[in-house]
């Protein structure tokens, strides 16, 4: 560890970090471009393969930017995405961000350092930052925005140049340092462990923009959600967000074990993929077959059909989710873990006036409202488990074979869990054991 980050973990004063130097290297999490075809004829592709843990060189940081010593990130779908290299290589993102030259250029690499969360210390700001100073505890949004685009100024998530950081960009958070623009930051709770608040940006960010934010499905009181994988990161902040909205959450899992898990985040009703004849990632031969086993399951327990389906799981379960959603309702989705084309009877959306809205990751006015719910207690952490970061590979392939629960958090600087709290008190308030409901299934 160099001296700059061992003086973060120490809990070194902002004068203390900024008469450090910034290291030559430091260690992340990266992909190499010489793997990229190395899954070539693999139907198995291992991201363990893939994913290299050792040192990279540390870039210049442009005006807007700010260097984070990384204290802990998370796994997130797009890791396992990025270690696969599907469906396209991320090094043709790094690419394409290049073409814009200046700072961009540093981005188009041979290696690629990943991650879209981020929880830890400011330890060098640009130039042209205003509101952040060394020393400041943040989490990193996971939206990489340019400001001086018209577009996102309506919304962040609309502009041409929105990317995804740590998956269209590098330098992200599954290392010991990530770069990130100033647009990208908000405070960390003050009552959360390191790896409790660097879990939940892009999850807890995805699932309010679908549910509750003004360009998705809009929730309100009394509606029937319908939520897949409701036990995984995104379903665990949908199910809350329902649940503490007023909504009512049903839930479908793929064990018996992950349905206790979804009741003790909060959904009214779980229903096992088994009882409706949905195995696998491929999608079924008669999508309405199974959405009518489906609605009876749903009308059984609740009373009435969805108003909202919360759907990310792709084309093994998007034939279904148009189907069952009632009359008028909306499909919400914001990605595919199961393959990204989807085939669907159309006569069922448009016959019964239902929509379909695309929705992807956050803007950094959602993001803060996320933030305050956290703040607040209204939505908790769904960490379940931690990986330190040379085992990163591990974690990301548990959520590949989509063996884990919630999130999976991973310890890049800080030298264990636990750590990172600047307010016990108000901690101890909200309960150790109520914080993070899903670490005890971990």
Request: net charge negative; charged share 20%; proline share 5%.
């Amino acid at each position: 560890m160099d001296a700059l980050a061992e003086a973060v973990t120490a809990g070194a004063t902002a004068d203390e970090l900024e008469r450090l130097p910034v290291p030559a290297q430091y260690t992340a999490a990266h992909l190499r471009v010489e793997d990229v075809a190395g899954f070539s004829g693999t139907v198995d592709k291992d991201v363990r393969r893939s994913i290299h843990v050792g040192q990279v060189p540390m870039p210049e940081l442009a005006p807007d930017e700010v260097l984070v010593a990384v204290m802990a990130s998370g796994i997130n779908y797009n890791t396992v995405w990025s270690a696969m290299f599907e469906p396209v290589p991320t090094f043709t993102f790094l690419k394409q961000f290049a073409r814009q030259g200046g700072w961009a250029a540093r981005h188009d690499q041979p290696f690629h350092a990943i991650g879209s969360d981020a929880a830890g210390v400011i330890v060098r700001t640009g130039s042209g930052v205003r509101r952040w100073h060394v020393g400041d505890h943040v989490v990193v949004s996971p939206v990489y925005v340019d400001d001086e685009e018209p577009a996102t100024h309506a919304d962040g998530m609309l502009g041409d140049s929105m990317l995804a950081w740590g998956f269209e960009t590098n330098f992200g958070g599954l290392a010991e340092y990530g770069v990130a623009r100033a647009s990208q930051l908000l405070p960390k709770p003050t009552h959360l462990t390191w790896e409790e608040a660097a879990c939940s940006p892009l999850c807890a960010g995805t699932a309010y923009r679908m549910l509750v934010g003004e360009r998705g499905a809009r929730m309100t009181q009394g509606d029937v959600v319908l939520i897949w994988g409701a036990a995984g990161g995104l379903g665990a902040y949908a199910t809350q967000l329902v649940r503490n909205g007023g909504g009512i959450a049903v839930g479908v899992v793929g064990s018996e074990e992950k349905a206790d898990q979804a009741r003790a985040l909060g959904c009214h009703a779980v229903i096992n993929r088994a009882e409706i004849g949905l195995t696998g990632n491929e999608a079924p031969a008669d999508p309405a077959a199974v959405g009518r086993r489906l609605g009876r399951l749903i009308r059984a327990a609740v009373g009435e059909d969805p108003h909202i389906v919360f759907e990310h799981v792709g084309r093994a379960t998007f034939g279904v989710s148009v189907f069952v959603a009632r009359r008028g309702g909306t499909i919400v989705t914001c990605g595919s873990s199961t393959g990204y084309r989807h085939e669907f009877d159309n006569r069922y959306l448009w016959m019964r006036l239902k929509r379909v809205i695309g929705s992807h990751a956050a803007n950094l006015h959602e993001q803060a409202a996320v933030g305050r719910l956290l703040d607040l207690g209204h939505i908790r952490p769904a960490l379940s488990i931690t990986y330190g970061l040379q085992d990163v590979s591990e974690a990301a392939r548990l959520v590949q074979r989509n063996r884990h629960t919630g999130k999976v958090g991973v310890l890049a600087l800080a030298p264990k869990a636990g750590l990172g709290v600047s307010d016990p008190e108000r901690r101890a308030a909200f309960g150790e054991e109520n914080i993070a409901p899903l670490l005890r299934f971990g």
